[in-house]
């Protein structure tokens, strides 16, 4: 699409854009539709070189709808729409945060429409996000596997990392970020395993290996081999794109059409970097005709 406002650089040629020529602190109704068509079409965009404190990356974020709820990670106290995504130089050999695939908050009842993330303090090599095309993922399964899938649900739930069993985040009591863990975290919430994007109608697959715990009415090793199949395809190189921070770079992605995860290469270094969410609607998909009016 032609953008007015805005130079818009894919980064490849399946997921991900740069975005220069704006200042995420001055925007107006005209340049926030690109970037929000941006987002839509790229899935996850960047910018460079964007000096945002606390209010302001919060301005920016109300820019696109409403905060999200941020459930077992302790936000900024003046913040509670904040979270500060930190790693410090001493913290070596530990699990960090967001290191394995997957999208916002999925055991939410309407996760995430969007996050952003804002970097303050970036280590000198390593520390990349990788993102994933959740549409390309669905869009290049066989016709025989679409069948299968579509009328299938999934079960999301918080547990694996944020319950009070063993965690995949590893030993909880972190320096530099606290960990929530709660027995509510082990509820389950059904979602589509392809969700119908609100926005642009395409159909992407929804499931992911932290929050997605099995498929709804299928023995458990039945479960586990589709969606191991699933999740392997979705992060297919072709499908994903990786972003190298710099101090002051933002990202925004598209959590109904994207997975990702931070890379965990830079023990020795700080990083450290400032998060906030969208709220979304409660994901909608095939296997859900029929529930349409409920939904919002
Ligand atoms: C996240 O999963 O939200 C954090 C991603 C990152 O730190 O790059």
Redesign the pocket.
Known sequence: MPYNKIHVEPITGTIGAEISGVDLQNLSAETIAEIRSAFLEHVVIFFRDQPLDIPQLKTFTSHFGSFGIEPYVKTMTEHPEVIA?VKEADEVNTIN??GHW?S?WSFQEAPPMA?I?HSQDIPPYGGD?VFANMYLAYETLSDGMKAIIDPLIAIHSARRPYGTGKSILGNSKRKSMTILHSEDAHAEMEHPVVRIHPETGRKALFVNPVYTTRLKGMSETDSREILDKLFHHSVREIFTCRFRWRVNSLAMWDNRAAM?L?LNDYDGFRRA?N?TTVAGDRPFGSAMRGQQEHVA
């Open positions: 995504v945060f967001g997957h916002d996050t993330l996000t990702h931070a970097l998060r």
